[in-house]
């Protein structure tokens, strides 16, 4: 009863939420509109920022970088295609001078169309069941020697003769093989 009362004496009155009428100028529309796309710039340089070397890389976007980075004070990282990196007349011997090592020599190419930065060079031995006993990689540094010292870009489609001194890893290491690994 009391409480039928108290909500009897409420009335509905209209909620005005604007008390004046909205202005539909172009300005307003224009300001967002100016705002909108600076921050959509803002992304699309955030993104470009964090993939530059990715993207710099690829065929699509290279031409573009390559032309702005000397504007604007960058540089154009390096292609790089481990794939098109082959090593051929790969020989392990016994060292001729110290009893426990071995002479690693190969030859590697860069197949690919264009100079790129020397790799890891990763040596493998397993036994005979293809379990492996012993790896280590190189840096271009260790393997690099006489005029190819301190070169950093390997040529397109030149044959580059290497030799490594390394410890005998023992009778059981019957396989090796040699691989490659991008040096970024």
Not at 98 to 107: K, P, T
């Amino acid at each position: 009863g009391a409480h039928d009362d108290l909500l009897s004496d409420l009335e509905d009155d209209p909620l005005h939420l604007y008390s004046q009428k909205r202005s539909s100028g172009w300005g307003r529309r224009l300001f967002w509109g100016l705002l909108v796309l600076l921050a959509a710039a803002g992304l699309a340089g955030q993104y470009v920022a964090y993939q530059f070397d990715d993207l710099a890389r690829q065929d699509a976007y290279r031409p573009w970088f390559q032309e702005l980075c000397p504007k604007l004070g960058c540089t154009v990282p390096s292609r790089v295609d481990i794939a098109h990196i082959k090593s051929s007349n790969l020989v392990v011997r016994s060292h001729p001078e110290f009893a426990g090592a071995l002479v690693v020599d190969a030859i590697i190419y860069n197949r690919a169309t264009f100079s790129q930065p020397f790799p890891l060079l990763e040596l493998r031995f397993a036994d005979m069941n293809g379990n492996m006993i012993a790896s280590r990689r190189f840096k271009p540094a260790e393997y690099l020697s006489g005029e190819l010292a301190g070169v950093t870009e390997m040529p397109s489609q030149t044959p580059i003769h290497i030799a490594l001194d390394i410890l005998d890893p023992g009778n059981k290491a019957v396989n090796y093989s040699l691989s490659f690994h991008s040096p970024e």
